[in-house]
């Protein structure tokens, strides 16, 4: 199938994403998604890589060797990165995916309908800080903050590029606008509306069966803070960002 139209999914860091790309490649076909790479600023369909971002090998690969991974991950991308987007858009793709802010394909795909999942803003933070450390940050992200080993989580947490973090991603557009809206605490209601939105669309037909996500790259870790009014003065410090989660609730009902 070919369409005008291209589902982009703004993948905001630590909100579900490498689970969420295992479900399009398994509901449209790994032939049909799009993978973007922030660094090399580039578009690569996932048929096209030897190993995709999601799958199992990668899952427990990086969590064994975690401060290795970034490093090869980047090299990867670099060799197989397709740098024309419209290349791609023309090929049949159904799903675009990966760090990116919401405007960022607004002249590429003129016609597509935009999905975003929003999580808790500490509980992605904790996460989000969880990685950097263990990647020495060098992971993938659409705002990268140089490592320091010495940095702790309340620091990392205030830092002025961290503000409102998943409102950055959103780049002026409103919540509402957007075709579909989830939380990751209820992703399994998520991916059965996404699945019911693919279908109505004509992405997919009703042959193609209902799949269950599967939770990957998880890391429930919460790091020890000293200050006694740090949760207060962070959800102060992110106040758009508390906003837009509970906005997202509503909206995922």
Request: positive net charge.
């Amino acid at each position: 199938m070919n369409h005008k139209k291209i589902i982009v999914n703004v993948h905001i860091e630590k909100t579900a994403g490498t689970s969420l790309l295992k479900f399009f490649e398994h509901t449209v076909g790994k032939d049909r998604v799009a993978f973007y790479d922030p660094i090399t600023d580039s578009l690569t369909r996932i048929s096209d890589l030897p190993i995709s971002p999601s799958s199992d090998f990668v899952d427990k690969f990086q969590l064994k060797s975690y401060a290795f991974w970034p490093v090869l991950k980047q090299a990867y991308y670099s060799v197989y990165s397709q740098r024309n987007n419209q290349s791609v858009a023309k090929n049949h793709i159904a799903i675009v995916h990966g760090h990116f802010t919401a405007n960022r394909f607004d002249k590429t795909f003129p016609e597509m309908l935009q999905t975003v999942v929003i999580r808790d803003p500490l509980k992605r933070m904790h996460s989000q800080y969880d990685h950097w450390k263990r990647s020495k940050g060098r992971s993938q992200w659409r705002v990268m903050v140089p490592y320091d080993e010495k940095m702790t989580f309340e620091e990392y947490a205030i830092l002025p590029a961290m503000r409102n973090y998943q409102m950055q991603a959103l780049a002026g557009r409103e919540l509402g606008s957007f075709s579909l809206v989830g939380v990751t605490e209820r992703l399994e209601e998520y991916t059965k509306a996404l699945y019911q939105l693919l279908l109505s669309e004509g992405f997919i037909t009703s042959n193609v069966s209902l799949q269950t996500v599967e939770k990957m790259n998880q890391h429930k870790k919460n790091h020890q803070v000293k200050s006694s009014n740090f949760e207060k003065d962070f959800r102060t410090f992110h106040k758009d960002d508390y906003d837009l989660y509970k906005q997202a609730k509503s909206l995922a009902k």
